[in-house]
């Protein structure tokens, strides 16, 4: 038997990207998967994929950046399966004119509600279903610049990711006598749809080079197998060819080229 048969995923961000690859390997492990985004499409899309496989999916579309809809997603998820065991809180956005010098009062609310108070909104709405079963695991994709302030991914950005990070630990230190484990999942660069949305476009080739969406998904499913007597609490994964060190050495060489005229 499959180790997830009987439980029940809901994945947000689950049409394309990190959250697709997560929601498919999920389904895989015998998981009944509720997907949720703002569009339809490429839901229906994904649970297509996973019926094609012999899966089972559900779609539930939303705009999470309002309470009131992760309110109703959550209380069909209740009402259907009467469970979520788990919530893989991934779901976010970014915005091209991310430097201080271009971000508006608009933009920065729609980093913050799209990458932290929408997770907000889908942990409180999963935890009272997980202390009823006494168990569950929330896995939560924050970012590297959840760990390190980065402007390539901008102030907001690495705000918002930054608190998804203190979010994770918290639902450890208050829900662990509840046997409710939560996870942060901290990716360095992924190839994915939101890398459309960087000011200084990225190749096919350096698309190539980076993380995949199936690396991410995989590394989900770990930590969503695992037994329940343990968490793996913070997870960092990047890309081999890490394009931030590339460009230090890089500069190094350049460097040691000058001093040696
Ligand atoms: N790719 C990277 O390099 C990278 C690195 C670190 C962290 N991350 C994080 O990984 C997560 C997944 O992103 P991705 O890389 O897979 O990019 P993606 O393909 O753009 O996926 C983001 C998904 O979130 C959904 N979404 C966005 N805002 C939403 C909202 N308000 N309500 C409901 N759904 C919403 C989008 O669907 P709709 O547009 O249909 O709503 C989309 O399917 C994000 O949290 C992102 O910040 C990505």
Same mark, same amino acid.
């Not at 939303?62 to 309110?71: C, E, I, N, Y």
């Not at 893989?88 to 799209?114: C, F, H, Y």
């Not at 081999?240 to 460009?247: E, L, Q, S």
């Given at each position: 038997?499959?180790?997830?048969?009987?439980?029940?995923?809901?994945?947000?961000?689950?049409g394309?990207?990190?959250?697709?690859a997560?929601?498919?390997?999920?389904a895989?492990?015998?998981a009944?998967?509720?997907?949720?985004?703002?569009?339809?499409?490429?839901l *229906?899309?994904?649970?297509?994929?996973i019926?094609?496989?012999?899966?089972?999916?559900?779609?539930?579309?939303?705009?999470?950046?309002?309470?009131?809809?992760?309110?109703?997603?959550?209380?069909?998820?209740?009402?259907?399966?009467?469970?979520?065991?788990?919530l893989?809180?991934?779901?976010?956005?970014?915005?091209?004119?991310?430097?201080?010098?271009?971000?508006?009062?608009?933009?920065?609310?729609?980093?913050?509600?799209?990458?932290?108070?929408s997770?907000f909104?889908?942990?409180?709405?999963?935890?009272?279903?997980?202390?009823?079963?006494?168990?569950?695991?929330l896995?939560?994709?924050?970012?590297?610049?959840?760990?390190?302030?980065?402007?390539?991914?901008?102030?907001?950005?690495?705000?918002?990711?930054?608190?998804v990070?203190?979010?994770?630990?918290?639902?450890?230190?208050?829900?662990?006598?509840?046997?409710?484990?939560?996870?942060?999942?901290?990716?360095?660069?992924?190839?994915?749809?939101?890398?459309?949305?960087?000011?200084?476009?990225?190749?096919?080739e350096?698309?190539?080079?980076?993380?995949?969406? *199936?690396?991410?998904?995989?590394?989900?499913?770990?930590?969503?197998?695992?037994?329940p007597?343990?968490?793996?609490?913070?997870?960092?994964?990047?890309?081999?060819?890490?394009?931030?060190?590339?460009?230090?050495?890089?500069?190094?060489?350049?460097?040691?080229?000058k001093?040696?005229k």
């Open positions: 038997m499959a180790s997830l048969t009987g439980k029940v995923a809901w994945v947000t961000g689950a394309s990207g990190i959250g697709q997560a929601a498919i390997a999920l895989k492990e015998g009944t998967v509720v997907l949720t985004g703002r569009r339809k499409e490429p *229906e899309e994904t649970a297509a994929a019926k094609q496989a012999g899966g089972k999916a559900v779609v539930k579309t939303g705009d999470l950046m309002k309470a009131a809809a992760v309110t109703r997603i959550a209380a069909d998820i209740d009402k259907k399966f009467g469970r979520c065991d788990i893989v809180n991934n779901a976010g956005l970014n915005i091209v004119e991310r430097k201080w010098s271009q971000l508006t009062p608009a933009g920065a609310e729609m980093v913050i509600d799209g990458n932290l108070s997770a909104y889908c942990s409180t709405a999963v935890l009272p279903m997980m202390r009823r079963h006494k168990g569950g695991v896995i939560h994709t924050s970012s590297m610049a959840g760990r390190q302030a980065s402007i390539l991914s901008g102030a907001a950005y690495s705000a918002a990711k930054h608190g990070v203190a979010m994770s630990h918290t639902i450890n230190m208050e829900e662990c006598v509840n046997g409710i484990r939560s996870c942060v999942v901290c990716p360095g660069e992924v190839a994915t749809p939101i890398l459309d949305k960087r000011p200084i476009p990225i190749t096919p350096e698309r190539a080079r980076m993380a995949q969406s *199936e690396d991410v998904g995989d590394l989900i499913r770990y930590v969503a197998c695992l037994p007597h343990i968490v793996i609490n913070e997870v960092m994964i990047n890309p081999t060819w890490n394009r931030g060190y590339v460009a230090n050495l890089q500069r190094m060489a350049e460097q040691q080229k001093a040696k």
